[in-house]
């Protein structure tokens, strides 16, 4: 149990602090991305939610955790392989279907829904690269 709090405390970490590193990257690499966040759709700072953006990476790192315990012994290969197909099963499995009722419900760009399917997985992998790592 001990061993199952830690991976998902460093996977919540490390998840948190990819989540900030690629905000600061959209909004310099790619600006008009960024500003469709300013779009009426989407809720302001002063919501009071802004609390969820930091707490998401924790509840995904428990979610994808319980997933990987549940399925890690048929993951074929070793821990990049296991990592990689993790994600892939999450972004198809999990993703897809939520965003495309977000798109369809939505004013948004598939340019935006494809790169919140892409950090998705980027996420699951990252979270899969450390479960296999910290209890393989």
Partial sequence: MKKAISAILVSGVVLLLLSLALLYFVINVFPSQAEEY???????????TDWMFYAHPFVLSIALKWFWERYKDILPGGTFMKALEMAFVYGIVAMLPVLWLTFSAIDISPVMVLSWLGYGILQSFVAGLIFA???P
Avoid: Y
């Avoid at 300013?38 to 009071?48: D, E, I, K, N, Q």
């Fill in 133 to 135: 790592t910290l209890n």
């Fill in 38 to 48: 300013f779009s009426p759709v989407f809720r302001w700072s002063s919501a009071g």
